[in-house]
């Protein structure tokens, strides 16, 4: 039995804590999830906008922010995006269940809670990358998914921010 300090400890605010001699700073989740989203990249065709300027869709979209959501508007949104044969079935449930809190019965705890959509997406496609490497192949199926899933927030976002008109050629003239 060892009585005092052994090893590399040191008492801080009243407490030993262990010296590890690295002095790195660990790196701060919205980095990584800045990264993910930067890997990912854009896709402007991950919805048909065209289609949503028929149905005349900007009022309903304008002002969405993907980065201030609750998880019961969001459904609301991906079942009527769904409806009007914006998205497939697929990606309906991966956007559907995103922000998703269950207590112990299964019984969703706080859907009005807002929550950063992208970065939820981000940090799930980051650990479904890292199984993947660990050999789960069931994650190489959820990978695109969970891509389009961020695609058609940031198409949303986009599209919300716009005037409610995708220009087309015969608006636009070319000068010489």
């Known amino acids: 039995m060892t009585i005092g300090y052994t090893g590399a400890w040191s008492s801080k605010a009243g407490l030993l804590v262990q010296d590890t001699g690295t002095t790195t700073k660990p790196v701060s989740q919205s980095v990584k999830v800045k990264q993910m989203l930067a890997l990912v990249g854009n896709n402007p065709n991950a919805l048909d906008t065209a289609k949503m300027d028929k149905l005349k869709l900007h009022k309903q979209i304008k002002g969405f922010d993907p980065e201030n959501v609750t998880a019961k508007s969001l459904g609301n949104l991906t079942t009527f995006l769904k409806d009007n044969g914006l998205i ?40 479904i990358q890292n199984n993947n490497m660990k050999g789960n192949k069931y994650a190489n199926y959820l990978i695109p998914e969970y891509k389009k899933a961020i695609y058609v927030l940031q198409n949303l976002a986009s599209y919300g921010k716009g005037n409610g008109s995708t220009p087309t050629d015969k608006n636009m003239s070319a000068k010489a």
Request: charged fraction near 25%.
């Open 88 to 127: 497939t079935d697929v990606t309906a449930v991966t956007l559907s269940n995103a922000g998703d809190k269950f207590d112990r019965f299964g019984i969703p705890k706080d859907p009005e809670a807002s929550f950063n959509a992208l970065e939820y997406f981000a940090t799930q496609l980051d650990s």
